[in-house]
């Protein structure tokens, strides 16, 4: 359950006979496929999941594979099957991966969602607060089926690695045992992302909090000195622009950013910047609109960071859980974005930009007119741009294919004034040879 979570309590198990170890992968006395003491029931879906994973092994792109076991009410855990990437990943043999973990471990952190938040939070637990959790670790993993962590071990090479360790536990209350099904990956450059988006963010917030005050001292001043009113206005105008330009650079660094953290869709965001800046210079949009839809399109996607690289990265369809964390990216992004005095509205456009015209949409079900027209143009050539590209679930469809989607929902799901648009830059502008598409 997590089973790394455990690794403080785990005990050393003695290997088995040579023909259980190597054949079931088990390691221990406690191994329930050599032990006569446990029901048909249990050694039957043990014996089915170490065939599955020896399956998905043999396709060569599996994680780092492992079931483990314990008793109710006992500090013990111990593996029934542990896959030879897991092995050699520790460079260690099956019997001492216990130990070998128990002294790697240098931090450990637990995330949990909020349920009575939209969104989602993450509550973070370090190595110490969780070191003698093992008891509350296992029960919310009997509740809740699925227990996930995140582990910083040092390798025997010395080399420190973030893990993400992933389990599902079944409870068999026949035997008094817990089974956790579970798969490591390696999420360093995840981890690492994160910390630098953080960085990003202390020095944004840093920044908006210094001009805030400096623009808050001109205006005092303002209401002080009437006699000297057009000198300050002057002084307060080129604040602002100092302003409006530092957070356009911190925009452009924030999108890169984000697009280190998700190699697939390098570029992404820019394309997409570049299809809905031609929208809306299609549709006569003013300047100051044209301003906001850019820096949002540049940073639209930037909620992605609460999302695991594993899941950005899936080359295959994504489950029901996996799509609900998807879908929070607007609203993640939007709860960002909103702490920051934009002059225009990119907080709420971001939040928007996966709205649809019938309200199909989210996050709010908005439709129509509701939406905010620099949002329809988002949500347009954002469909145009991933549906031309190439992501890992699947190659590049080609633009026809993507016109060909908002030409078919026109009305539905998109503005029919954005699709004309944007299928007229294609046609009449020869849209293709004039930018990165």
Request: aromatic residues 6%.
């Amino acid at each position: 359950m997590g089973t790394l979570g455990l690794r403080s309590n785990i005990q050393s198990q003695k290997t088995v006979s040579s023909n259980h170890s190597s054949e079931n992968g088990s390691s221990g006395h406690h191994s329930i496929l050599s032990s006569k003491t446990y029901s048909q029931a249990l050694v039957q879906r043990l014996t089915e999941c170490i065939a599955g994973y020896k399956a998905y092994e043999r396709t060569g792109t599996a994680p780092l594979l492992y079931i483990a076991a314990w008793k109710e009410g006992s500090k013990n855990i111990w593996y029934e099957y542990a896959s030879k990437k897991f092995t050699d990943f520790l460079d260690c043999e099956l019997h001492q991966i216990p130990s070998f973990l128990r002294g790697s471990l240098i931090d450990r952190r637990t995330y949990r969602e909020q349920k009575n938040e939209l969104t989602g939070s993450k509550e973070i637990k370090s190595r110490n607060e969780t070191s003698e959790s093992w008891r509350e670790l296992r029960e919310e993993g009997k509740s809740s089926g699925v227990v996930e962590a995140f582990y910083k071990v040092r390798t025997k090479h010395g080399e420190a690695v973030w893990i993400k360790d992933h389990a599902t536990v079944e409870l068999h209350q026949a035997d008094n045992i817990c089974l956790s099904l579970g798969f490591l990956t390696i999420v360093s450059k995840e981890m690492e992302s994160e910390e630098i988006l953080q960085q990003h963010h202390d020095l944004l917030e840093a920044i908006v909090q210094g001009r805030t005050a400096e623009l808050t001292k001109l205006n005092k001043k303002l209401r002080k000195e009437v006699e000297e009113r057009k000198l300050i206005e002057e002084e307060l105008s080129n604040s602002n622009t100092r302003l409006q330009g530092n957070l356009e650079e911190i925009v452009q660094a924030m999108s890169l950013t984000l697009e280190e953290r998700d190699p697939y869709t390098v570029g992404h965001q820019r394309r997409t910047t570049v299809l809905a800046m031609a929208i809306a210079e299609k549709m006569n949009l003013s300047q100051d609109e044209k301003k906001g839809l850019q820096l949002a399109s540049l940073i639209h996607d930037m909620g992605k960071i609460s999302i695991p690289g594993e899941i950005l990265s899936k080359p295959g369809p994504l489950n029901d859980v996996e799509l609900l964390l998807i879908k929070r990216h607007p609203k993640v992004a939007y709860d960002i974005l909103k702490q920051i005095d934009f002059p225009w509205p990119v907080d709420k456009i971001v939040l928007q930009h996966h709205e649809k015209y019938d309200g199909s949409g989210y996050p709010q079900k908005l439709a129509g007119e509701n939406i905010l027209l620099e949002a329809r143009i988002l949500c347009v050539a954002d469909v145009v741009e991933t549906i031309g590209s190439h992501r890992p679930y699947r190659p590049s469809m080609g633009n026809e294919a993507a016109l060909q989607e908002i030409r078919d929902n026109r009305g539905i799901l998109y503005d029919p004034q954005v699709v004309d648009a944007c299928i007229s830059i294609f046609e009449d502008k020869n849209f293709l040879a004039t930018s990165d598409f």
